[in-house]
C-alpha cells in the first residue's frame, strides 16, 4: 500500500514537471510598438502633479506643497521622412494651489480673477497666461526620444511642464514579448542636461492596449543655462495603445535631490512628486 501511495506521489510530480517544461517551451506572444499616428490627428490629456519640495535658503528651511493640474491639447503636426514627430500643444487650462510657510496660493486660468488680491498667485499668473496663449512644439523621432521642444519660451523658469516634457513611452527597435525588457537613455529637456536612464518592461498585452512599468534613475549638472546637480529615481507604469503606440494612462513616481547655484548662493532641493497622466 505504502508503495502504491510512493508511485502515486511520483507520477503526480513527473505530471506536474512535464507541464512546468511544456510552459517554458511555449511560444511566447511577439508586438511590435510603435508609433503611427495620422497628421492633423488631435489629442485631449490632463496631467496631475502632486509635489512637495523642500529647500534650504540662507540657513531657512522651507516646505512647498503644490498640486497642478494640466489640460492640453496635443495636434499631430508634421511627421517627417525619417519618421520625426511634430506635435502642436495648447495648455487648454492650468490649475495651481500651493501651501507654504503658512501661505495659501491658488490659480485657475478659467477664473483668473478669483485670485486678482493675492500677490504670490499675481507673481506667477504672468507666466502662466503666456503658456495659455502660446503653442509649444515637441518633436520625437520614430521611437518616442525626445527631439526638441521650445517649452522653456513659453514656459520660463516655471516649474509646470506638461506633455510636452518627454512623457511618452520611448519603444524598442525590435518586437518583444511579455515580460521582456530594454533599456532607454533620454535627455527630456534640451535646455538642461539632465539625463533618465530607464528600464522598461512589458508587462501585459489586452487587446489594443499593452501594459509597461519603468524604472529608473535621474542625473544632470545643469537646467536653463544654470548649475544644478541633480539625481534621483523614478518608477511607474503605463498604458499604451497597440495601434498608435499613444500613451492613454500613466502613474509617475519621482523623487529628486537637487544643488542649485543662484546668485551665487547653493540652494538644496528635494522634489518628490506624483505624475498622473490621462488621454482620449
Not at 496635443?74 to 487648454?92: P, V
Not at 533620454?186 to 528600464?199: E, G, L, M, Q, R
Not at 495603445?241 to 500613451?247: A, C, E, H, I, S
Amino acid at each position: 500500500m505504502k508503495l502504491k501511495r510512493i508511485f502515486q506521489s511520483l507520477f503526480l510530480i513527473t505530471l506536474l514537471l512535464a507541464v512546468i517544461s511544456s510552459m517554458a517551451f511555449m511560444p511566447k506572444k511577439s508586438i511590435r510598438l510603435k508609433y503611427a499616428f495620422s497628421q492633423g490627428a488631435t489629442y485631449k490629456l490632463e496631467i496631475k502633479t502632486t509635489q512637495n519640495i523642500s529647500m534650504n535658503m540662507a540657513g531657512q528651511s522651507m516646505v512647498l506643497k503644490q498640486n497642478v493640474i494640466l489640460n492640453q491639447t496635443a495636434e499631430i503636426f508634421t511627421i517627417s521622412e525619417e519618421g520625426n514627430i511634430e506635435f502642436e500643444i495648447t495648455y487648454d487650462r492650468i490649475r495651481f494651489d500651493q501651501s507654504a510657510m503658512g501661505m495659501e496660493m491658488s490659480w485657475d486660468s478659467d477664473n483668473p480673477e478669483a485670485s486678482k488680491d493675492n500677490m504670490m498667485a499675481q507673481q506667477i499668473a504672468g507666466q502662466f497666461q503666456k503658456a495659455m496663449e502660446n503653442k509649444v512644439s515637441s518633436t520625437i523621432d520614430k521611437y518616442g526620444n525626445p527631439v526638441e521642444n521650445n517649452s522653456a519660451e513659453v514656459m520660463g523658469s516655471s516649474s509646470v511642464s506638461g506633455f510636452e516634457m518627454g512623457m511618452l513611452v520611448v519603444f524598442p527597435d525590435h518586437e518583444i514579448s511579455v515580460g521582456e525588457s530594454w533599456e532607454v537613455s533620454t535627455k527630456p529637456d534640451p535646455n538642461s542636461d539632465f539625463t533618465v536612464s530607464s528600464i522598461y518592461t512589458l508587462t501585459d498585452v489586452k487587446g489594443n492596449k499593452a501594459l509597461i512599468s519603468y524604472d529608473g534613475a535621474i542625473s544632470g549638472t545643469e537646467m536653463n543655462g544654470n548649475s544644478a546637480k541633480l539625481s534621483g529615481t523614478i518608477t511607474g507604469k503605463a498604458e499604451v495603445n497597440t495601434k498608435t503606440g499613444w500613451l492613454e494612462s500613466s502613474t509617475t513616481m519621482q523623487k529628486l535631490d537637487m544643488e542649485m547655484e543662484q546668485q551665487g548662493q547653493t540652494i538644496p532641493m528635494s522634489l518628490s512628486s506624483i505624475i498622473e497622466l490621462k488621454s482620449e
